[in-house]
């Protein structure tokens, strides 16, 4: 967690955004969440879950730093796919900082190079190198990361701002890279109140949360066919005021009537368990008991087609 440190008093105030990039798994979202303190990225051990930018905002007497986070980018094989590389590139153009993040139990691979390449091609941005998950390495093979993410960097000409290892897990040196991050952002008052942590708007997290529960435990029979839709968000009508009840009516949208069942599950307790298991998220989310009615329904072939992309918030 980023310790705030007071702010000398001739240090100007600093403000601005950031964003983790990284292949699928590297650890972006959790890093997010550490950062910022509070669960508003979805993580999961499912790679390319992160399909929004959500923004994690950290607060500090000297500066504002505004997390953005990304979908991995990818060799695109859907409309989906390109879509979501658009969204990074944009992001990338947009931002006063890029974090590279590498994790240290991995070697780096061709899905490292293929992003490098791609960051080695936005030049006016500062990139910082993060080497994630520490924690899972000793310390010989996280020196060896460490050269490997610098000759990487020579062998492409894209000249690090940073190198720094971290581990949002372990909470290590997580208040060193705000401290490394800070000082590339350009001067600037506040960009948003101070206390906000995001401005994802709340469907989207909610529907965020639905699909992190509605993919686990299917892990290899649906991996990027489930999109959430939250339909509506309404306080329930007549309650006192001391017990408030959220009600949320959300569908979960597979392809193929062949996937009901395996989202369904025998008798039904599957979709049960996903409703408990986000309920429980959201209420935890909004800080409000919560109903929530999910239905699931097919949408044929949504990844390739440019009006349910639409319609699903793509
Ligand atoms: N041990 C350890 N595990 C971590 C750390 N950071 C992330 N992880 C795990 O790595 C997995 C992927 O983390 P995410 O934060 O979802 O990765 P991501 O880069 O956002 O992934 P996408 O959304 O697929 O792009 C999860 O199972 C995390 O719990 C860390 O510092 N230490």
Redesign the pocket.
């Known amino acids: 967690m980023t310790a705030p440190s007071p702010a000398a008093p001739d240090t100007p105030h600093r403000s601005g955004f950031a964003c983790?990039v990284?292949?699928?798994?590297?650890?972006?979202?959790?890093?997010?969440?550490?950062l910022v303190g509070t669960k508003v990225?979805?993580?999961?051990?499912?790679?390319?879950?992160?399909r929004h930018t959500v923004r994690g905002i950290v607060h500090r007497p000297d500066a504002q730093l505004v997390l953005v986070?990304t979908?991995?980018l990818h060799k695109p094989r859907t409309l989906l796919g390109e879509r979501l590389n658009d969204v990074v590139r944009t992001t990338w153009a947009e931002v006063d900082v890029i974090g590279f993040?590498l994790?240290a139990d991995q070697k780096l691979g061709p899905g490292d190079k293929f992003i490098a390449k791609e960051l080695a091609s936005i030049k006016r941005t500062p990139k910082v190198a993060i080497v994630?998950?520490?924690?899972?390495v000793d310390p010989r093979t996280l020196a060896e990361q460490l050269i490997a993410v610098d000759r990487l960097g020579q062998e492409l000409g894209i000249e690090w701002a940073q190198i720094v290892p971290?581990?949002?897990?372990?909470d290590t040196q997580l208040s060193l890279l705000a401290d490394l991050l800070v000082p590339l952002l350009p001067e600037g008052p506040l960009l948003y109140p101070e206390g906000d942590l995001t401005d994802e708007p709340e469907q989207i997290m909610v529907a965020e949360l639905i699909r992190e529960a509605a993919l686990e435990g299917v892990r290899d029979e649906l991996p990027h066919s489930i999109a959430v839709v939250v339909e509506e968000m309404l306080p329930r009508e007549g309650r006192p005021a001391d017990r408030p009840l959220l009600d949320i009516h959300a569908n979960i949208f597979i392809e193929r009537s062949s996937q009901k069942g395996i989202v369904i599950g025998p008798k039904g307790r599957r979709l049960k368990d996903v409703g408990t298991t986000s309920r429980r998220h959201i209420e935890a989310l909004l800080g409000t008991p919560v109903f929530l009615d999910l239905h699931v329904k097919i949408a044929k072939d949504w990844q390739r087609d440019p009006k349910q992309l639409r319609r699903l918030g793509f």
């Open positions: 983790f990284g292949r699928p798994n590297a650890g972006k979202s959790t890093l997010t969440n550490a990225a979805i993580t999961s051990n499912r790679p390319q879950t992160t986070d979908p991995g993040c994790p994630t998950k520490t924690d899972l971290v581990s949002a897990v372990g």
